[in-house]
């Protein structure tokens, strides 16, 4: 497998329009950011290599979360929970969830961009969100104030039946949610950054920040089982994010501590390549439900964000997507 890194400026005329402005986007568009300090969602225009950050699609968000697919988003404005559909039309609408809980300050979409879980650190809750983006329904409430610590992963199965939460502290852990069901506590951990289902969503995997470990559960909607699968001595330093192939072979691991991200075979369980990188990864996030992740997501607003194009075997690269156009 050959990996590589590219660093290529896009120099061309806007194709987006000001946010609210109806004005659609007039050139390709992978996948949607949000950008935190413009508390706004942004379109990525172009493709990896000739594309740039556009102009902002909707703002005054306190929290948003893009879909896999890309085509939607899970919002939070003044407390209340909206979703944004139609985003690569570059005319997205904006509708409040009936029944989301208040205050929701973590979001997690499931694989196929049709379930999502919501989180309320001020109430402890959970709640799993249905029929999106078209015709979303809220279900009931999940407790989840009897587990001690601070939320620091979240994850939902497509069925919406299991909500995997991931809390720091001194009993820290990951934990399985249902409805109807106490908090089953699967594995424990120190610092939980990331959690990721399996393609037939019967095992998970999560990243510990801390312990410098990622780890297998298998079988965790009925017999769980946790085992490491890598750790320091495998090259793992401060894993910050953790995503799987499109065909749910490779497992990619995004690392602050040694500015790299590893490529795991699920089969084996080994390492099957590195790529070194010239910044610190924050994430692995699906941009457009296949081939596309974004690994950086710059809180300075201006600074470029950093995409991974998996092309299976024949190789990946990153490249880096400037804000705004060049002039």
């Known amino acids: 497998m050959i990996f590589k890194v590219n660093a290529i400026l896009l120099c061309a005329l806007p194709l987006l329009g000001g946010a609210g402005d109806g004005t ?6 992978p996948g949607c950011l949000y950008d935190a300090q413009a508390r706004a969602i942004r379109p990525m225009i172009g493709f990896p290599g000739s594309a740039y950050i556009g102009d ?28 944004i559909s ?3 039309t570059g005319s997205p609408v904006a509708a409040a969830v009936t029944g989301a809980i208040a ?9 196929d961009s049709a379930t999502a879980a919501v989180y309320s650190s001020a109430s402890g809750q959970a709640q799993v969100l249905r029929g999106l983006p078209a015709n979303p329904a809220a279900d009931d409430a999940l407790d989840l104030s009897s587990l001690s610590g601070t939320l ?5 199965d497509r069925s919406g039946a299991h909500v995997l939460a991931g809390f720091t502290g001194d ?27 399996s393609a037939q969503e019967h095992d998970l995997y999560f990243a510990d920040q801390a312990r410098q470990q990622i780890w297998q559960v298998q ?12 750790e320091a001595s495998s090259g793992v330093s401060a894993p910050v994010g953790i995503g799987l192939s499109a065909d749910g072979t490779r497992l990619f691991v995004a690392e602050s501590g040694s500015q790299a991200l590893d490529v ?41 964000y950093y995409v991974l194009r998996d092309a299976g075997a024949d190789g990946a690269a990153v490249y880096f997507v400037p804000v705004g156009r060049e002039q």
């Not at 009925?222 to 085992?227: G, L, V």
């Not at 790529?275 to 296949?290: H, I, S």
């Open 24 to 29: 659609a986007v007039g050139g390709p568009v």
């Open 56 to 83: 902002p699609l909707v703002g005054d968000l306190d929290a948003a979360v893009v879909a896999p697919d890309g085509s939607a988003a899970l919002a939070v404005r003044q407390g209340q929970v909206y979703v």
């Open 86 to 88: 139609g985003l690569r």
């Open 103 to 111: 205050q929701a300050d973590h979001l997690a979409w499931s694989q």
């Open 152 to 156: 620091s992963a979240l994850a939902v």
């Open 171 to 197: 009993n820290g852990g990951v934990y399985s949610v249902a409805s109807g069901a106490a908090p089953v506590r699967l594995a424990g951990a120190a610092q939980p950054s990331a959690i990721v289902l």
């Open 219 to 230: 079988s965790f909607d009925e017999q769980p089982a946790a085992m490491l699968f890598a």
């Open 264 to 304: 795991f075979d699920v089969s084996t369980r080994s390492a099957a390549a590195r790529l070194n990188l010239e910044f610190a990864p924050d994430t692995v996030r699906t941009l457009d439900g296949k081939s596309l992740l974004l690994l950086k997501a710059n809180p300075q607003g201006q600074d470029p």
